[in-house]
């Protein structure tokens, strides 16, 4: 069992060596100073996926805050070739003489590209080094997870839940999360190059320091999420950001058409370089008192002012 006082006794520590206010932690990790409190004096404890926001934040290794903690939250198994060839895998599971699930599993270095029907069978799992390269991943649902590393390169993740989840240093590169919910999950690192947005979802968590060259943004929404250390490009239509929180972050050589920012946090911090927008994105950004000397006005008739 993990001992909620002596976790929270760290968190204490760790936040007051960092030099971090209660207020200052929260706003980072997106929930109240109460619940800071709260884990500071033992009432309650963070999921998974705020530990990982936690270390990070607070510049601590993830073990800090237990010996035992990854161990009991991955249900880790040993690192021993239990992972068979995909087509395999996958041939044995059309032939109904399998029933797999991962979940709960220490992958490291696995080759599963090519690998259909994933869904439900990988949560609440640390992934390292692993290799899903055109793979059919579509409907897959990652609750719990640690996924650091990994290859997505060219696979289909559309209509996908990823929650509660830690995305460290994947490749994403010209790969589909149509349709995909993040939900109070944190990315830093990862290669989005070519990758479609359309249609997703991204709520209450964080994405950082990650490459979107040439996404598509076609009707995405943030919403209540902190974003740093990004540039965007390309076209924005019918995209919303609503109660962000935005840290050096650039749209350069972007069009914004139809796109919403409502109540956000610091969008003075926002640089526009060689971008446009269309009457209602202006004025959206004119009322947040975002710096618009960046920005061309695209007139009704399609020109520009």
């Not at 033992?42 to 926001?53: A, K, L």
């Not at 060839?85 to 590209?113: C, H, R, T, Y």
């Not at 290799?131 to 650091?148: A, E, R, T």
């Not at 209450?204 to 990004?230: H, L, P, Q, R």
Request: net charge neutral; proline share 1%.
């Amino acid at each position: 069992m993990l001992d909620t006082k002596k976790i929270g006794n760290k968190i204490a520590e760790a936040r007051k060596k960092a030099t971090i206010s209660q207020a200052q932690l929260a706003e980072q990790l997106f929930i109240s100073p109460q619940a800071v409190g709260k884990w500071e004096r033992g009432e309650s404890m963070p999921d998974i996926t705020t530990f990982n926001r936690l270390a990070e934040i607070l510049g601590v290794d993830f073990n800090y805050f237990s010996e035992n903690f990854r161990s009991s939250v991955t249900g880790a198994v040993p690192n021993e070739p239990l992972v068979k060839q995909s087509a395999e895998l996958q041939d044995e599971k059309q032939k109904g003489k399998l029933s797999w699930d991962m979940s709960q599993g220490n992958w490291v270095d696995a080759d599963f590209s090519g690998l259909k029907n994933l869904h439900e069978k990988f949560g609440s799992s640390n992934m390292q080094r692993c290799l899903f390269i055109g793979s059919d991943l579509s409907g897959l649902l990652l609750k719990g997870n640690n996924v650091d590393g990994c290859d997505f390169s060219g696979s289909d993740i559309s209509n996908s839940h990823i929650q509660n989840s830690y995305l460290l240093g994947n490749l994403f590169k010209g790969s589909s999360l149509k349709e995909t919910e993040f939900s109070k999950s944190y990315v830093k690192g990862c290669d989005f190059s070519g990758t479609d947005f359309s249609g997703s979802v991204i709520k209450s968590g964080g994405f950082e320091k990650s490459s979107m060259v040439d996404a598509v943004w076609n009707s995405t929404s943030f919403n209540a999420t902190y974003i740093a250390d990004i540039v965007f490009n390309g076209t924005f239509e019918d995209c919303c950001f609503e109660n962000c929180a935005f840290t050096r972050v650039t749209f350069q050589d972007a069009t914004l058409i139809n796109t919403f920012f409502k109540n956000n946090k610091k969008l003075k911090r926002i640089r526009f370089i060689d971008c446009k927008a269309d009457r209602m994105t202006y004025e959206f950004l004119k009322q947040g008192k975002a710096d618009l000397t960046g920005i061309t006005l695209i007139t009704a008739e399609g020109g520009n002012d």
